[in-house]
């Protein structure tokens, strides 16, 4: 696919794309998040000076680093379409996302980086990195890469969480210049790259990076419909873990898009059906949300409310964590075992005990525990499209009077025109 919005949407295919942008692309994300390599001339790097194993950490860090960044934006961009988050800007590019009337023409989830309400090309990038130091790490030896086969698993890993993101978030999408694929497709990439981290985890025994893959083959899987398999993964995390996307406050490429956006620039204001969550009459502390009744929103009309969750633009999002496995085992087993792990739950963080042997209520208490559990962890729209979740506020409704229009229906984000005009194996129309 060929894109023209700079060094973010350059992610041309494995075939075509040429040396210098390739070594150019890996150095931007090394500078840019760990600041460890600096080069004075790009123009004149040549492969040999890059991949050379001295280097596969270099590489596989810099794959990481274009996930996150990828991640803080779909996490916010995605809590803008699925009622977390209701703008509050001026800027009427970041209007069709909340009124959920987006078109894969100009829009920004399609045309943008990771600084500016992007979701294609970032995933992209993150994705083809992921698959690239792979590639790269398969041809050299373990004795040249210590710790060589954590890498693999590493960038195996952080390759899949980039598919399971297009899949739940894109209609369709494009892998290095090949046909449309469907989210099922994507989501069965997504496996295959979570089924060798976890081969290469356990053969490297990291256990971290093993229960990252599991979480993430869980929710790949899930996705699928195979709640058994996904339950079975979900299994074997090892109680209280997480693992986190990490940001920073040294550059505003690393900073955490939903703080900045929230509460740094107050831009956003939380959706009103995350204002007061509470459960049996006990408002919920993972939906942790301040109003301020003295300020108003960047926009001057809309009152502003916090998300408490993240404090600062270096707070971590996590990516993965025991409390999702979980409720992939409640999910896939229903009864009293869902309703043991729902309660579970709540006495983690203080709420009253949820009793029921109806299965469409547990079902339903698992959706809202998710909703809670997760919020502004990248998973709700995910889940308002799996679930087919009513649209709140409903298609039709108006939206803001100063704003003008009405609510459509659109959720998940359409292949972009960039990708169906010039990807030659993608039928045009």
Known sequence: MRHT???????????????????????????????LLTVTAPSRVVPADLYQPANATIIVNGAVADFE????????????????????????????????????????????????????????????????????????TDAQVPGRTSLLATASAFGGYSL?????????????????????????????RFTAAIGFAQTAQNDSVL????????????????????????????PGFVWNANFGSDDPIRYNQVYLRN????????DTFYRAVKFAGVPDPRVPV???PSRKAADGELPLYYENKYT?????????RYAEAQLIIAEAAGGQVAVNIINALHDRVGLPHFQSSDPAAIQQQIISERRAEFFL?????????????????AAGERYQAQKGGTYGSQLCFPLPDAERLNNPNITKG
């Not at 509050?88 to 943008?112: C, E, H, M, N, V």
């Not at 229960?211 to 090892?238: F, H, M, P, T, Y």
């Not at 600062?312 to 993965?320: E, Q």
């Open 5 to 35: 919005r700079g060094f973010q949407g350059r992610i041309a295919t494995a075939k075509h794309r040429t040396a210098a942008v390739l070594l150019v692309a890996v150095t931007l994300s090394a500078c840019n998040f760990d600041k």
């Open 69 to 140: 960044c990828a991640f803080g934006s779909y996490t916010l961009v995605g809590g803008m379409v699925g009622e977390e988050f209701h703008d509050a800007s001026i800027q009427s590019q970041w209007w069709p996302l909340d009124k959920r009337t987006f078109t894969p023409t100009g829009s920004i989830y399609a045309t943008a980086g990771c600084q500016g309400g992007g979701v294609y090309i970032p995933l992209s990038t993150a994705r083809w990195q992921a698959d690239n130091a792979v590639t790269v790490l398969g041809g050299w």
């Open 164 to 192: 399971v993101l297009m899949g739940e978030g894109m209609c369709s999408a494009a892998i290095d210049g090949g046909p449309e694929l469907t989210p099922a497709q994507l989501f069965k990439l997504a496996d295959d």
């Open 211 to 238: 229960n990252l893959a599991l979480i993430g083959r869980a929710r790949a899987r899930l996705d699928l419909g195979k709640a058994a398999e996904a339950a079975a993964d979900a299994q074997q995390v090892a």
């Open 263 to 270: 509460v740094r620039d107050q831009s956003a204001t939380v």
């Open 290 to 292: 301040i109003f301020d």
């Open 312 to 320: 600062s633009v270096a707070s971590p999002i996590p990516i993965a």
């Open 377 to 393: 962890e990248s998973q709700h729209l995910g889940d308002l499209i799996r679930y087919a979740l009513p649209l709140r506020p």
